[in-house]
Structures are given as C-alpha cells and as structure tokens.
C-alpha cells in the first residue's frame, strides 16, 4: 500500500493578502492619518493592488489580519478579493465572536451559505453587516454587550476611537 504524503506543512504556510485590498476599499471604518476612510469612502492611500504608504502605514493596518489570513479552516476561495467578505475575530466584554462584513461587492449565495454553516460548527457569537443592515446572532449576553459598546456616542458620552466598522460593525483595515 502506497503511503500517503504528509501535508501538513502546507496548513503551516503563512498566507498573504497577495493584492488583496479588501479592508482599505471602504467596507471597515478607520481615520488613516487623518482622514477618513468608511463604507464607501475607500482609504485615500489605497492604490491598485496595495498600499501606497506601505512602509508608514499607522499601526492599525500593521496590526490587522482578517480571519482568512490565520485560519486555514477558510478555504481558499474564501480570498476576501474574490469572496467580497471580510471575516474577523473579535470580542467585546471578552466575548468571542466573529465579525462578517460584506465589500463593496456582494457576496454569493454560496459564501453566504458557507459562512452560516462554518458559523454553527464553530458555535460562536457572529455579527453579520450584509447589504447595509446588520444582523446579531448568539447569546443574549453577547447581544446586550455589543448592543452597549455600539450605543451612538451620543447616548454613552464616550467617543469611539480607533477602527470602526464601516456600516455598523466593529472592523479594521490593513494590507501586506
Ligand atoms: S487583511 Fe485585508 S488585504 Fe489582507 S487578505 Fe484580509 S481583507 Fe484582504
Ligand atoms: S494599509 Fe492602511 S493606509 Fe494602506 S491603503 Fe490600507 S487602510 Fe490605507
């Protein structure tokens, strides 16, 4: 019997956003050296496939990696250049959840099917923000604690800073 390959090393290989410039075109929300950048309103120093201030990027685009990017239970096709969705991990109040953001593009029927089942394996909390509206799936806890991190300024006095999700949700930007 022929002994099958080992490979595991290829579930080791770092991916790379490879062009992708999903989360600088205008679906997450972010103030980029000043300027803002929210849905759509694409990142003013977005350039065909990348960044045109690589080396100066603020640390938040240094810091941010999608899901797709760490984690191989993400078929390749799920590339948010060619999926048009954006998945990260998040939490609020130390709860777990997954944030599903919808590009510029729409997504198909069969990522969207993929994502609700990848969704209930992985039994976590997830916010979806497709097609401008925003869904909250999980726990009533999480539900109440996102509810209140998203409260308008307004309301809580509090200013939120940093990165933001562009159309409701908690988000950020980056590119490599
Ligand atoms: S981090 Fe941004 S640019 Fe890189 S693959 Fe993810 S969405 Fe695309
Ligand atoms: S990496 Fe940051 S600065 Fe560069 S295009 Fe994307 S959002 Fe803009």
Redesign the pocket.
Known sequence: MTKRPNLDFVFKIPRSCNGC?A??SGA?S?N??GLR?SRGT??????EG?????EN??Q???D?RCTWLDNRAMPEWMWPKKSNVIVMYRRVDDLPYYSVVETEEKMSAQTLSWLVQWALRCKLNRVYCVEGTTEIIGSEEFKQAFANKNRPKKETNESNTGVQPAGGVDGA????
């Open positions: 410039t989360c600088c997450l972010a980029i050296h950048m694409p990142c003013h120093f977005r350039q990348g960044c045109a201030i690589y990027r603020p938040l685009c240094k941010f930007p980056a590119s490599n």
